[in-house]
């Protein structure tokens, strides 16, 4: 099937639901007045206008004119409005399957008893309760997305914890510690905000700074705008990274292995010059009045599908006897399949990646999200015996430009000694 035909088809899906979900809005406001029901179905048909728009210029116009955040909020739209509106035809089908089950026994009965009930030939009306339950229900994601996008994508938030290492060197003892993560700099929209986030992390005066991780979705030049502000980020013990999946440019089609590699290049460069130190399967030994803690850094190993760039036995090696260390590696799912296995005597391995699917529920008590169906550890601190893993919520998004309920975060992690 071709592409121009395919598109058709699932514009013309679209309609039918905009349609069927019509019904409803003409029941919802039926006692509006004529200008207030005009109001409705403008805003109703205006915004599907919009999304369609916006449907058929991403995958018939010419791209080139469009930013790559333009480019995202088109799809965000068609997937805000026919999710929503996808939710509500559920509820109007539940409607219409007992109007439908009421109609069939009122015919049953008729023939049974030889006799009319007086619906012959009639219709049972919609009802007026599922019509707005289904107004109801699909306004809620429709409200809750753009929540996310207005108030959430930039919400961040300084989440603090204490992280005991028994054989940390008494010098290190109360030594602070920021993470950054999954920054995702070919997302952003709101470079104020973005800065304003570094200007927070910088106002707590860490010690160090480690970012674990996807600096841009695909392409090295999503960060060129950004660099003056990331550059921001100093620390007297250093400011230190590694690589997250989405840098390598592994899902894009590139036109030559060679540009690919070329992109990677740019990428570690830009590291360079915001004055990062990347770690690719290395490790630097730093020290406190004479006294060493190891900082190791892998290339992304993911378990499942995700691609294994990193190596710690490279990054291990010349560690083997400091008192402390602490890793940084991308994907939390690391930590199970080899750091707890065979590295036992790394005490902290700091991640990302999951970005607590950007969608959850965080309160005193309880923690949910669909990230923990997929990570066994997905956001916060975990421990066992004397190894911690902690896995930063993320800088940034990646898909939808937005939060729900997972604020981005700015970890500040206090190493203590006991």
């Known amino acids: ?185 070919g997302s952003f929209w709101n470079k104020i905000a973005v800065e304003g986030g570094i200007d927070m992390l910088m106002a707590e005066k860490p010690d160090m700074v480690f970012f674990t991780g996807d600096l841009v979705n695909n392409e090295a030049k999503e960060v060129e705008k950004y660099i003056p502000i990331f550059s921001k980020l100093k620390a007297d013990l250093g400011v230190y990274s590694t690589l997250g999946n989405h840098d390598y440019g592994d899902y894009k089609n590139w036109s030559s292995e060679k540009a690919k590699a070329q992109n990677l290049q740019d990428l570690k460069e830009a590291h360079k010059i915001m004055g990062w130190d990347l770690l690719t399967n290395e490790n630097r030994i730093l020290t406190v009045d004479n006294e060493p803690l190891a900082v190791l850094g892998v290339e992304n190993w993911g378990a499942g599908r995700f691609a294994k760039y990193g190596d710690i036995s490279k990054a291990y090696a010349g560690t083997e006897d400091l008192p402390a260390k602490i890793l940084l590696s991308h994907d939390p799912s690391h930590w199970d399949a080899q750091i707890r296995k065979d590295y036992q005597d790394i005490d902290l391995m700091l991640a990302g990646h999951t970005h607590g699917f950007q969608f959850g529920i965080e309160i005193p008590g309880f923690k949910w999200s669909p990230s923990q169906y997929v990570y066994k550890q997905w956001a916060g601190l975990y421990q066992e015996g004397n190894q911690s893993l902690y896995v930063n919520r993320g800088y940034g998004y990646i898909g939808y430009p937005g939060r729900i309920g997972i604020p981005p975060e700015i970890t500040i992690l206090e190493l203590r000694n006991s």
């Open 1 to 185: 099937m071709s592409k121009i035909i395919l598109i058709q088809l699932v514009a013309l899906i679209f309609i039918l639901i905009d349609l069927y979900v019509f019904q409803a809005l003409k029941i919802g406001v039926q006692n509006f007045s004529q200008l207030g029901k005009n109001i409705a179905y403008g805003i109703y048909w205006g915004f599907t206008a919009i999304t369609l728009l916006g449907f058929f210029l991403y995958h018939f116009g010419n791209l080139d004119f469009f930013s790559r955040v333009a480019r995202q909020f088109m799809l965000v739209l068609v997937f805000m409005n026919y999710l929503s509106k996808t939710i509500a035809l559920l509820v109007l089908l539940i409607g219409d399957v007992i109007r439908f089950g009421q109609w069939s026994f009122y015919k049953i009965t008729d023939l049974l008893n030889n006799s009319k009930s007086g619906i012959e030939g009639e219709k049972i009306s919609r009802s007026e309760f599922f019509a707005k339950s289904a107004l109801v229900a699909g306004s809620l994601p429709l409200a809750a997305m753009s929540f996310g996008i207005i108030s959430g994508a930039h919400d961040y938030r300084i989440r603090r914890k204490s992280i005991v290492i028994p054989n940390l060197p008494k010098a290190w003892h109360g030594v602070k510690v920021a993470q950054l993560s999954d920054i995702h700099s």
